[in-house]
């Protein structure tokens, strides 16, 4: 079908948010999508729930699979996808009505491959608060790169053609940062056009990611993630963009993201696991990269603190 959208949705033990979540997708004033929810061995209610909606709306399509992590789930999306774009959302998460409508008219009228918005969060005790970055258009890698910019992976809309051309998938078994990873790779290859409203509403909720205790061996695979990415862009050095000046930005940003990595693990008390990290090559070959000197002031007193590779010094991190 003409302009179809596919909306893959994730979704594993989410039956108090999913109903929420495909009713914002039924609310969209643009009704030319199917979306593909991809039920990731839930103990919850969470099928019936989507049960119950597709016997009442055959735009929506359940897929089942043993769980596989999130990852995983949206690469089974992706590959039933019949849609000419493509969108993602989390089952906890919501659109504003007119997400759809705003995004793919800024892709057909710009004549881009890709669009995408700012995004509210939405926290347990209803507080909202409208979370964007500044809004860039164009070929906009670097702005990402270098954090000047952010896009959210529900916050999106994209030539599905675009993806299956770069081969782009999501890492499997990453635990953390995977999205990024993904945007990271896909922002390489798109120009882009930025809808400066707030229109996903991203929830903030007790288990996610985001509230619970910070364990590094999880989000050591945020770094990677992004090594990865690094890595992806400059096997395939776009034509948008100057060489020399993507590869030290992107080799700075690594740097920066494991320097800020290691004084988490610092401030959580990880000392001799902080320690072994700076003991090795690659580290310390990463880190290399980074230039102090160009650091704002309080990252430049935290970097002093992490070189220091004294847990007396380490004990400081605490007050920050």
Not at 92 to 101: G, I, N, R, S
Not at 173 to 199: H, R, S
Request: with cysteine; aromatic share 12%.
């Amino acid at each position: 079908m003409n302009n179809l959208i596919s909306i893959i949705i994730p979704a594993y033990n989410v039956e108090k948010y999913i109903g929420e979540c495909l009713q914002s997708i039924q609310q969209q004033t643009v009704e030319n999508w199917q979306a593909i929810i991809v039920e990731d061995g839930s103990t919850d209610k969470t099928p019936e729930i989507v049960e119950n909606i597709i016997a009442h709306d055959s735009r929506f399509r359940l897929i089942r699979q043993t769980n596989a992590g999130v990852s995983a789930a949206r690469n089974t999306g992706l590959q039933a996808a019949s849609g000419m774009y493509v969108a993602f959302l989390d089952g906890d998460d919501m659109w504003a009505p007119t997400f759809l409508e705003e995004l793919l008219s800024a892709i057909e009228t710009q004549r881009v491959d890709m669009a995408y918005c700012g995004y509210t969060h939405l926290y347990a005790n209803g507080l909202r608060r409208k979370f964007s970055y500044p809004y860039a258009s164009g070929h906009i890698l670097l702005e990402v790169i270098q954090g000047k910019t952010q896009i959210h992976i529900g916050a999106m809309l994209v030539k599905k053609a675009l993806l299956d051309q770069a081969g782009l998938q999501f890492t499997v078994g990453c635990l953390v940062g995977q999205d990024q990873e993904f945007i990271w790779k896909l922002v390489a290859w798109v120009k882009i056009k930025a809808v400066p409203q707030e229109l996903m509403i991203y929830r903030i909720r007790s288990g996610s990611a985001v509230t619970a205790k910070w364990n590094w061996k999880k989000h050591i695979h945020a770094w990677y993630g992004f090594k990865r990415a690094a890595d992806y862009v400059l096997q395939h050095l776009p034509q948008y963009y100057d060489c020399q000046q993507l590869s030290q930005a992107l080799h700075e940003r690594i740097a920066y993201k494991l320097y800020k990595f290691i004084w988490r693990m610092i401030k959580n008390n990880y000392y001799e696991e902080a320690r072994q990290l700076l003991k090795s090559e690659e580290c310390n070959k990463c880190l290399a990269c980074l230039n102090p000197q160009q650091l704002k002031f309080i990252d430049k007193l935290k970097y002093q603190i992490v070189s220091s590779r004294q847990e007396k010094g380490w004990k400081l991190a605490r007050f920050f």
